[in-house]
Nanobody, 123 residues
Framework: QVQLVESGGGLVQAGGSLRLSCATS????????MGWFRQAPGKEREFVAA????????DYADAVKGRFTISRDNGKNTVYLQMNSLKPEDTAIYYC????????????????WGQGTQVTVSS
Protein backbone atom coordinates (compact mmCIF):
# COMPACT_ATOMS: atom_id res chain seq x y z
CA GLN A 1 0.00 0.00 0.00
CA VAL A 2 0.89 3.65 -0.34
CA GLN A 3 0.40 6.38 2.24
CA LEU A 4 0.23 10.07 1.41
CA VAL A 5 0.28 12.79 4.05
CA GLU A 6 -0.18 16.46 3.19
CA SER A 7 1.00 19.40 5.27
CA GLY A 8 1.61 23.11 4.93
CA GLY A 9 -1.89 24.43 4.61
CA GLY A 10 -3.12 27.45 6.52
CA LEU A 11 -4.56 30.95 6.38
CA VAL A 12 -2.89 33.54 4.17
CA GLN A 13 -3.82 36.94 2.78
CA ALA A 14 -4.44 37.45 -0.90
CA GLY A 15 -1.16 37.89 -2.74
CA GLY A 16 0.69 35.72 -0.27
CA SER A 17 2.39 32.36 -0.66
CA LEU A 18 2.22 28.87 0.83
CA ARG A 19 4.13 25.68 0.17
CA LEU A 20 2.31 22.40 0.51
CA SER A 21 4.17 19.16 1.08
CA CYS A 22 3.09 15.57 0.45
CA ALA A 23 5.11 12.89 2.18
CA THR A 24 4.87 9.46 0.59
CA SER A 25 5.59 6.08 2.14
CA UNK A 26 4.91 2.42 1.51
CA UNK A 27 5.02 0.82 -1.92
CA UNK A 28 5.83 4.05 -3.76
CA UNK A 29 7.66 2.15 -6.52
CA UNK A 30 4.23 1.52 -8.04
CA UNK A 31 3.55 5.25 -8.54
CA UNK A 32 4.36 6.83 -11.91
CA UNK A 33 3.09 10.33 -11.24
CA MET A 34 1.94 12.56 -8.41
CA GLY A 35 -0.73 15.20 -8.52
CA TRP A 36 -2.45 17.90 -6.51
CA PHE A 37 -6.19 18.42 -6.56
CA ARG A 38 -8.42 20.80 -4.63
CA GLN A 39 -12.01 20.92 -3.55
CA ALA A 40 -13.84 24.07 -2.54
CA PRO A 41 -17.11 23.96 -0.56
CA GLY A 42 -19.98 22.91 -2.79
CA LYS A 43 -17.72 22.18 -5.75
CA GLU A 44 -16.23 19.08 -7.30
CA ARG A 45 -12.64 18.11 -6.71
CA GLU A 46 -10.53 19.61 -9.48
CA PHE A 47 -7.07 19.08 -10.91
CA VAL A 48 -4.36 21.56 -9.94
CA ALA A 49 -0.98 20.16 -11.00
CA ALA A 50 0.88 16.93 -11.69
CA UNK A 51 4.45 15.73 -12.08
CA UNK A 52 5.94 12.49 -13.34
CA UNK A 53 8.25 10.35 -11.25
CA UNK A 54 11.49 11.77 -12.63
CA UNK A 55 10.25 15.34 -12.45
CA UNK A 56 10.91 15.90 -16.15
CA UNK A 57 7.26 16.54 -17.03
CA UNK A 58 4.63 18.66 -15.34
CA ASP A 59 1.07 19.75 -16.05
CA TYR A 60 -1.02 22.57 -14.60
CA ALA A 61 -4.60 23.70 -14.60
CA ASP A 62 -5.08 26.98 -16.45
CA ALA A 63 -6.28 28.66 -13.25
CA VAL A 64 -2.89 28.20 -11.56
CA LYS A 65 -0.40 28.43 -14.42
CA GLY A 66 2.30 30.95 -13.69
CA ARG A 67 1.42 31.07 -9.98
CA PHE A 68 1.84 27.48 -8.73
CA THR A 69 4.84 25.20 -9.15
CA ILE A 70 4.90 21.46 -8.51
CA SER A 71 8.18 19.75 -7.70
CA ARG A 72 9.46 16.63 -6.03
CA ASP A 73 12.41 15.38 -4.01
CA ASN A 74 12.62 11.64 -4.48
CA GLY A 75 15.37 11.40 -1.90
CA LYS A 76 12.90 12.68 0.67
CA ASN A 77 9.90 10.92 -0.90
CA THR A 78 8.11 14.26 -0.93
CA VAL A 79 6.16 16.26 -3.49
CA TYR A 80 5.68 20.00 -3.13
CA LEU A 81 3.25 22.59 -4.38
CA GLN A 82 4.58 26.13 -4.19
CA MET A 83 1.67 28.54 -4.38
CA ASN A 84 2.35 32.21 -5.06
CA SER A 85 0.08 35.19 -5.70
CA LEU A 86 -2.73 33.42 -3.93
CA LYS A 87 -6.30 34.53 -4.56
CA PRO A 88 -9.46 34.05 -2.47
CA GLU A 89 -10.72 31.65 -5.14
CA ASP A 90 -7.78 29.35 -4.33
CA THR A 91 -9.44 28.59 -0.99
CA ALA A 92 -10.05 24.84 -0.82
CA ILE A 93 -8.94 21.59 0.69
CA TYR A 94 -5.85 20.48 -1.23
CA TYR A 95 -5.27 16.79 -1.81
CA CYS A 96 -2.16 14.95 -2.86
CA UNK A 97 -2.64 11.92 -5.09
CA UNK A 98 -0.60 9.16 -6.72
CA UNK A 99 -1.20 7.59 -10.13
CA UNK A 100 0.07 4.20 -11.25
CA UNK A 101 -0.49 4.66 -14.99
CA UNK A 102 1.36 7.95 -15.48
CA UNK A 103 1.04 11.71 -15.71
CA UNK A 104 -2.62 12.67 -15.93
CA UNK A 105 -5.08 15.40 -14.99
CA UNK A 106 -7.98 12.95 -14.73
CA UNK A 107 -9.11 12.40 -11.15
CA UNK A 108 -10.33 8.83 -11.59
CA UNK A 109 -6.90 7.76 -12.84
CA UNK A 110 -5.33 8.45 -9.46
CA UNK A 111 -5.11 5.39 -7.24
CA UNK A 112 -3.95 6.83 -3.92
CA TRP A 113 -5.10 9.90 -1.99
CA GLY A 114 -4.06 11.82 1.08
CA GLN A 115 -6.43 13.19 3.69
CA GLY A 116 -6.13 16.79 2.50
CA THR A 117 -4.93 20.08 3.95
CA GLN A 118 -6.98 23.27 4.19
CA VAL A 119 -5.85 26.41 2.41
CA THR A 120 -7.75 29.61 3.13
CA VAL A 121 -6.98 32.86 1.33
CA SER A 122 -8.49 36.00 2.81
CA SER A 123 -9.24 39.08 0.74
Amino acid sequence: QVQLVESGGGLVQAGGSLRLSCATSGRTVSISAMGWFRQAPGKEREFVAAINWSGSSTDYADAVKGRFTISRDNGKNTVYLQMNSLKPEDTAIYYCAGAVRGLTYIRREYNYWGQGTQVTVSS
